[in-house]
């Protein structure tokens, strides 16, 4: 008889599923730690516009995020026209972006300041006025330094 | 007395519970990291000021109507035609005192790139993703020029001379001379790029 071949019709033993739950907490612990919970809830539409020409925010710099479009579903008492998000409260006047942004310079301590960053989330099918009105307040209050939020993708491709 | 054995505890269900864990973690999971375009808005100025002098040949006029129409130069376009008008403008060296630039020497585009300015006005209803587009497509334009001059000079793109800068640890040596390159590349092509909002 070969050396092989052992009289046949053996059945293979069950395979051990001991190691699975390790596997599985291995794989949860990671989506945990990777995990970022979302700090605002959004009452407004937020699809961000496409571009493939961008700059990764830098994570050690401040970084303070304006909302803006139209009201989601659930939050018609909002209106219908597009608004401005600050934080967790719609903003009916842009002009409350000035204490907007003094608020998160206090919060940023004095030496920060000049790194802080204010990134505009912005709905793609917002008119551009409101977000010519958002720039014209964070002139006001000399925050400068800005950044149009986006997701990758080609731009020139209508959606 | 008898004496008991604690009974095992069925380990089975662990792995359930593992998975159902798993999932709602991945389902919440974002794993995004903020992306955008970065830009610099200009100084609030008090009182009306002189703008300052810039020639005809060297502004390059981009509006976008509020039907998302693009009209450049005072012809209309399509975005799919921005990129290449904008390194032609860009690139032009109308002046032939460029030694790095490989354009046609037009007479109504830019002298010279460090001369020359995008003037993007927009009306109140255009919409952001077209602004976006256009942004981007501007933004497109230097980086073409500048990989150009960056693979001429060093042999590398600029992008990934950015993304080793932005890599290196701060204060070392290398983080310097990459800081050095990009400075340079981003000195002969700068970045000039207006934002306004049109009356109609």
């Known amino acids: ?159 | 007395m008898s004496k008991r054995n604690a009974p095992e505890v069925n380990a089975g269900s662990m792995a359930d519970i593992a998975f159902l864990l798993l999932i709602f973690f991945l389902v919440t999971t974002t794993l995004a990291s903020d992306i955008g375009i970065n830009r610099r808005l200009p100084p609030k100025i008090d009182g009306p000021v002189d703008p300052p002098p810039i020639r005809k040949m060297d502004l390059f006029e981009v509006s976008i109507n509020r039907n998302n129409n693009l009209l450049v130069e005072q012809e209309p376009m399509d975005i799919s035609q921005l990129r290449e008008a904008t390194i032609a403008f860009l690139d032009n060296n109308g002046k032939g005192n460029c030694n790095y630039c490989k354009g046609k020497q037009v007479i109504n585009l830019s002298s010279h790139p460090s001369k020359a300015v995008i003037a993007v006005s927009n009306s109140r209803e255009t919409s952001y993703s077209t602004f976006i587009a256009v942004q981007n497509e501007l933004i497109a334009a230097y980086n073409h020029l500048r990989d150009r001059e960056s693979v001429r000079l060093y042999g590398e793109s600029f992008r990934s001379i950015t993304s080793k800068w932005k890599a290196a640890e701060d204060g070392s040596t290398e983080k310097e001379a990459l800081k050095n390159k990009r400075d340079y590349i981003k000195s002969l092509f700068p970045e000039r790029i207006s934002e306004s909002e049109s009356e109609s």
Do not use: W
Not at chain 1, 100 to 125: H, I, M, P, W, Y
């Open chain 1, 1 to 159: 008889m070969s050396k092989f071949n052992k009289g046949g019709g053996k059945e293979l033993p069950a395979i051990s599923t001991a190691s699975l739950p390790d596997i599985v907490f291995m794989l949860l612990f990671f989506f945990m730690v990777a995990t970022v919970m979302r700090e605002n809830t959004l009452f407004i539409e937020n699809t961000l516009p496409s571009a493939d020409q961008v700059e990764k925010l830098d994570k050690k710099s401040p970084i303070m995020y304006v909302y803006a479009g139209k009201p989601g579903p659930g939050y018609k008492k909002y209106g219908t026209e597009a608004k401005v998000q600050l934080d967790d409260k719609m903003v009916s006047n842009v002009t409350e972006i000035q204490n907007f942004v003094q608020e998160n310079r206090n919060r940023v301590g004095e030496t920060q300041v000049g790194k802080l960053l204010a990134a505009l989330k912005v709905d793609r099918s917002t008119n551009m006025g409101l977000i010519g009105d958002v720039k014209e307040q964070l002139r006001e209050v000399n925050q400068l330094k800005i950044n149009y939020a986006t997701v990758n993708g080609d731009p020139t491709k209508k959606k």
